[in-house]
C-alpha cells in the first residue's frame, strides 16, 4: 500500500515533528514524511530531520514582503516533493486562506488545549487561570478561522493545584506526541469521516 506522503512545517525544536518522524521509521505506518520545512533558519527541528534522512528545506518569512508570497512559496515547494497531508508542528505563522485552497482538508494542526476552550497562544498561564480542572492537546484541520476546523483526535491532561504553565505543558506535550501520530494514521487509513 502507498504510503500518505507528509510534509511538516516546523518553526522550532521539532518535538511534535520527532514523534512524527519516529512513528515514520515503522514499515508498517501508512504514512512517510516526505519534506520538513522551516520559516526560521537552523532550528533544532531541522537537524532532527537531517538525522532521519528526510529532505528538509528553510524558507524564511522575512525574505517576503506578502505573506501571499510567502505562502506561495511554501505550497510551490510542498507541491514538487509530493506531498498530500501538510502537518504544522509548532509553525508559528498562520497560514492565509489562499494556502488552504489549495490544500483543501489536507492541513493538520496541534493545539495545546481541549478545543474549542483556549484558543490562541499562552494557553497553559490561561488553563491555570481559569481554574480549569481539565486541559489536553487537540489536533485539528486547519480552516481559516484561527483553531477552529474540525477536531480529528483529543487527549485530556488533569490539572494538578501545583502546576505551572510549564509542568502542564510538558505533561500536555507527551500527550501530543500520542495523539499526532493516531490523527495521521487515521487520515492515511482513510477512517475520518468528514
Same mark, same amino acid.
Given at each position: 500500500m502507498a504510503r500518505?506522503?507528509?510534509?511538516?512545517?516546523?518553526?522550532?525544536?521539532?518535538s511534535n515533528l520527532?514523534?512524527?518522524?519516529?512513528?515514520?521509521?515503522?514499515?508498517?505506518f501508512p504514512a512517510e514524511i516526505v519534506l520538513v520545512i522551516?520559516?526560521?533558519?537552523?532550528?533544532?527541528?531541522?537537524?532532527?530531520?537531517e538525522k532521519a534522512n528526510i529532505p528538509t528545506k528553510t524558507i524564511n518569512h522575512k525574505d517576503y514582503d506578502a505573506r501571499e508570497k510567502f505562502d506561495q512559496a511554501l505550497t510551490e515547494t510542498l507541491q514538487q516533493a509530493g506531498v498530500e497531508l501538510v502537518c504544522l508542528a509548532g509553525f508559528m505563522?498562520?497560514?492565509?486562506?489562499?494556502f488552504l485552497a489549495h490544500w483543501p482538508d489536507q492541513v493538520i494542526n496541534i493545539h495545546p488545549s481541549l478545543l474549542p *476552550?483556549?484558543?490562541?497562544?499562552?494557553?497553559?498561564e490561561r488553563v491555570i487561570e481559569a481554574g480549569v480542572k481539565f486541559s489536553g492537546c487537540t489536533v485539528h484541520y486547519v480552516v481559516p478561522e484561527m483553531d477552529a476546523g474540525p477536531i480529528i483526535t483529543q487527549a485530556c491532561v488533569p490539572v494538578k493545584d501545583e502546576d505551572t504553565p510549564?509542568?502542564?505543558? *510538558?505533561?500536555?506535550?507527551?500527550q501530543?506526541?500520542?495523539?499526532?501520530?493516531?490523527?495521521v494514521r487515521l487520515i492515511a487509513e482513510k477512517r475520518l469521516q468528514q
Open positions: 500518505l506522503k507528509l510534509g511538516v512545517l516546523i518553526s522550532g525544536r521539532g520527532q514523534s512524527l518522524i519516529d512513528a515514520c521509521a515503522d514499515p508498517a522551516s520559516n526560521i533558519p537552523n532550528v533544532q527541528g531541522l537537524d532532527r530531520a505563522r498562520i497560514v492565509t486562506a489562499q *476552550a483556549f484558543k490562541g497562544i499562552h494557553v497553559h510549564d509542568t502542564l505543558a *510538558a505533561r500536555v506535550l507527551e501530543e506526541h500520542v495523539i499526532y501520530p493516531l490523527a
